[in-house]
């Protein structure tokens, strides 16, 4: 067992973002094996470009704010505070923040890319 303390970790920009942070929880940095653990921060304006995660899936569990996904054919769909959004391993996203207020959320990866 471990205590986690996600405020002792680093804020770092996230890469292929625009205005986006996160800290990790469990990952690399405790010795996960199975999954990433993220808290991040979406600025107003935030975004991310158009990826794929081959093998990962992701989990956006929205805890402020309200989070935008597009996928690959421009399908949106919107995640508010207390609601999440999933995306399937090999599935072309990219992520908005169009609104003036930040966002907050906790992101689970699965597996460890």
């Known amino acids: 067992m471990?205590?986690?303390k996600p405020k002792e970790n680093p804020s770092v920009p996230?890469?292929?973002h625009t205005d986006v942070t996160s800290q990790e929880i469990a990952g690399e940095m405790i010795g996960a094996k199975s999954c990433v653990?993220?808290?991040g921060l979406y600025q107003p304006g935030g975004s991310?470009?158009?990826?794929?995660h081959e093998k990962q899936e992701h989990v956006f569990y929205?805890?402020?704010g309200a989070l935008t996904l597009v996928d690959?054919?421009?399908n949106e769909i919107t995640a508010h505070a207390g609601e999440a959004l999933y995306v399937p391993a090999g599935e072309e996203h990219a992520a908005f923040n169009r609104t003036p207020e930040k966002?907050?959320?906790l992101?689970?990866?699965a597996p460890i890319p």
């Open 107 to 109: 992101a689970v990866t």
């Open 62 to 64: 929205i805890l402020e």
């Open 2 to 4: 471990k205590l986690i």
């Open 37 to 39: 653990v993220k808290l």
């Open 48 to 52: 991310s470009i158009f990826h794929v």
């Open 72 to 74: 690959g054919n421009k």
């Open 14 to 16: 996230t890469p292929d």
């Open 103 to 105: 966002i907050v959320y």
